[in-house]
């Protein structure tokens, strides 16, 4: 395997982002961020708002080929995903669903950023549908910052690879093992030049989880990547293609913090 540089998903000014917004997204009200049905967007960094009010985010930030994504409930399906990028580098984008900010793009009524010693448990829930004939990993990203940032690159990364498919491997190299939400994981520990990340490895394929956000946040706090202190500021999950992808799809997503 070869070791891939990280991306930074979707820098681009707000002013951008809100005219690619416009004319992207169908059935949804941005005024009130309620989805009014299933939406499909096929803009690079297109959204959609979900009932359950998560986001849905195309953010085809390192393709210019042709990616489009269905919101199916609180869900989405990668509907077309043209091309390959080098397993030697980074991936071609990260179509996930998330709830709180990314980018100045806030999920409705989210209570992020908040600070991780004022957030009891956050349980979270996903299920994946995977697919033959495209190389990439199915991943949690959730973001941790000394401040209450909505905008930018956050400070740490937390990474969880329920699955991947091909030569491909996270960030940094393989530090040990952990016991995290009934799982083990191998743990990997790098750095992409813009954050620190912190990546728990499935040994083989999940198709769903559920678990408490906190117990990887405190993976990170324990190897030193952050402090009880620091800000929670968004949860995301979808996937990481290197190459192909149409098919792949998260079937069920829900964030809540207590």
Known sequence: MTATPH???RIRPLAAALALAVGSIVAVTAATGTAAADTQTCDQFGTAVTPGGYVVQNNAWGTTAPQCVNQVGDGFELTTADGSVSTGGAPKSYP????????????????????????GSAPSEIAYRYTGGATFDAA??????PTPRTDGVNRTEIMIWLNK?????????????????????????????????????APSALTDLSFDVKDFVNGAISEGLATPDWYLTSVQAGFEPWENGAGLAVTKFSARFN
């Open 7 to 9: 991306r930074v998903h």
């Open 96 to 119: 996930s669903i998330y709830a709180g900010c990314h980018y100045t793009n806030c999920s409705p009524g989210t209570v992020l950023p908040r600070q991780v010693n004022a957030i």
């Open 140 to 145: 949690y990203d959730i973001w941790l910052d």
């Open 165 to 201: 498919v091909g030569p491909i491997q996270p960030i940094g190299s393989k530090t040990g093992v952990a016991t995290v939400a009934g799982q083990t994981w191998d743990v990997w520990k790098g750095n992409n030049g813009g954050n620190d990340v912190i990546s728990y490895v």
